[in-house]
């Protein structure tokens, strides 16, 4: 970094380079283009766009000056004198090379790229570090939901018990028509698809991947500690059926597809993602559509929930105009925010460890001692039942047989899974054993 | 500011002061003396507690040494060396003064003082920026759910078009009683009282003083501007009777009392506190107990909600160790935060002047023409109706009137108010005419 750029006192202007022209990247262009004085006063001098890198330059952009296009990145970030680079193009390459790119070059950077931070975060963080700028990335997770500088600044001071969002809002979407529509799984997507809430190719939200980039990201700001992608456990939502969210609705629940990042009790992090039973009672149960929330569960501060939009260009933009803003002010000042600090250096759980309460439901025999039955092999694995239900409808087809379910206790998850595969293979059990694990209870 | 202080390199150890020891300061104190290395590994350097000041140093306070005891603040802030002051006395005086001691001797001071700051804030933020030192203040507003750095950075770049918050977890005890066990106001103070959620002299609460002081603080915030807590209207919820309870109920409403801010059509400020009824299906309405929430309708970031806990030692201490930790790492590398920015410099509007909705309720003789003629009365004032309800239930003593109650369309106060004390004037309408603001429609 060069004198001028950590000497506050002989800026009058800061330069941005903008990677992507997107829905969000044209909204930050806009609002760089015309909102030159508030900006101004907000960050303390000017900042000047001097670059927007697309893939095609010549498709029309209305407000947009042609002379800012440019098809080539790599020489934007190298050449242009960028002060700050905001990259909106997403993906893994060529963002993680722009992005390391533009920290060498002594760049401070904003960016919304979830993926990328998943997987690269420690690589990007280092070298942030060691060059001395800032990365900003509240627009990664939730939206405009302010949720990066909460955890790093204001809980620094707590110690986070544990973390569970609704970090996707395609998902919600869907679950919610499936809760308050009544539709099958199929047709919700299709609706959120037809909206707009769901992409043409929605696997990247049905199973569950945007959200464990999130969770990843979560659980490092959480616990101070280097969390990947890979070691999220993740499940999508595309095996929830109409008959679970029934079964939802009689334990006075609702299913969210939750990131839970939770400390256990020996001190490593829980992180994981799947469909989740919440009580009706529990605040992220009345998080609906398209929205986000993330609840927090601190020592001192107690419980928390932030809740807004999840997507969508404005949010997205609000996100990244406010990282803008802060990091000019640092950079004016000739500071970075302290570096995404991973000292605790937690482990991560394995997922047959992870401990919660668990949903069972499955048909049984109708006739005396199968409960006892039940209730005595749960026990053999360490597994106790906190509440059971008998269904009062018999199944047309088999009226010898009745339909079980139970909440059991916090229970170890390989435990749980031990006894489900011993009660398949028992007489009295006919089929499968559905089940969904309960948060929030 | 000595030069050892701004530079980075030569510290290890940062200085701190604590003036106060009640729940909080005990908690902050506790955590100072337990927790050395988490506070250091956050901070990046250790925190060393030099003094506490409390009233009578004879007490016995479990786990806090006697040396650290002074019943001189003056002279701890002034000869202590304190990097750092955190004070948690609560009022005008002496806080006031010792803030600005501390300010002028260079400490940076985290605070939880909002009455204080309502007051002189303007005097405090001017000493802090003048002198080149912090002043952190997050659990002065809703405890330890995190708001000021949401609104002071993460939204920065984004326009605020309101800001509306549950501030003040006693009032909103007392209306949740009111709503869901039915009990008169008197009944619920006193619940409220016997439980601890309010004070033996509930005015502060009761009467909104405390909310006006917290609205004042958002709004300065929201809108970049200076606001005390003489330019916020302000009622209580002393006046608020089961039959407005009963009101609410029949609109599909429950009645909160809110602190709103927010930007009118000519660009100024509205700021008032008073009891409001909020829609069901308004996440505001969902905030039950002695919870605080606050929430945020911003151009481009949309509808955020920020809940839990609102005050309680452990929240607050949570708040204020955050605060802690940054005004710490800013020390260490010998910068301050943007000071709080008054550049915008909006006018408030006069109460009078604001706009919103309203529920008005009365009883009219029931006989032809009478809705036709509060509707034209209320035309003539620019007030139009919204919708209108004719409670069936007739009154036992007076069989010739009904009950009407209506919500109008946006209107400006001045107007409504007109209104009223015609419609109390006319031959049709019999008594008083209730009203009571609507938000979140």
Known sequence: MTDETKNPSTRDVLKVALLGCGTVGAQVAHTLLTQHEDLAAKSGCALELVGI???????????????????????????????????????????????????????SVVTANKA???????????????EGVDIYYEAAVAGAIPIVRPLRESLVGDQILAVMGIVNGTTNYILDKMTTEHQDFATAL??????????ADPTADIEGFDAASKAAILASLAYHSTVRIDDVYREGITGVTSEDITAAELADCVIKLLAVARLDD??????????????????????????????????????LMFMGPGAGGSPTASAVTGDLVTVARNRLRGVENPAHSVYQGLQIAPMRQT?????????????????????????QHR?????????????????????????THTAREADVMACITELEKTSYVHGQVRFMRVEGV
């Open 116 to 130: 990328l931070l998943a997987k690269h975060g420690e690589e990007i963080y280092t070298a942030a570090e060691r």
């Open 383 to 407: 597994v106790s039942i906190h509440s059971v239900h008998q269904h009062a409808e018999r199944l047309e087809d088999r009226p010898d047989l009745a339909v079980l379910s139970m909440v």
């Open 355 to 379: 401990r919660t309460r668990y949903h069972l439901r499955f048909q049984v025999a109708d006739q005396p001692g199968v409960l006892a039955a039940v209730a005595g092999l749960l026990a």
């Open 53 to 107: 890198a697309v893939r095609d330059a010549s498709l029309p952009r209305p407000g947009i000056p042609d002379e800012l296009l440019t098809e080539d990145p790599v020489t934007l970030v190298a050449d242009s004198g960028a002060d700050i680079v905001i990259e909106l193009i997403g993906g893994i390459e060529p963002a993680r090379r722009l992005i390391l790119s533009a920290i060498e070059h002594g760049a």
């Open 190 to 199: 299709a609706t959120a698809q037809k909206l707009g809430f769901a992409e």
């Open 266 to 303: 020996e001190g490593r992090i829980e992180v994981r993602v799947h469909p989740v039973m919440v009580p009706h009672a529990h605040p992220l149960a009345m998080v609906s559509g398209a929205n986000n929330a993330i609840f927090i569960e601190a020592a001192n501060a107690g419980r």
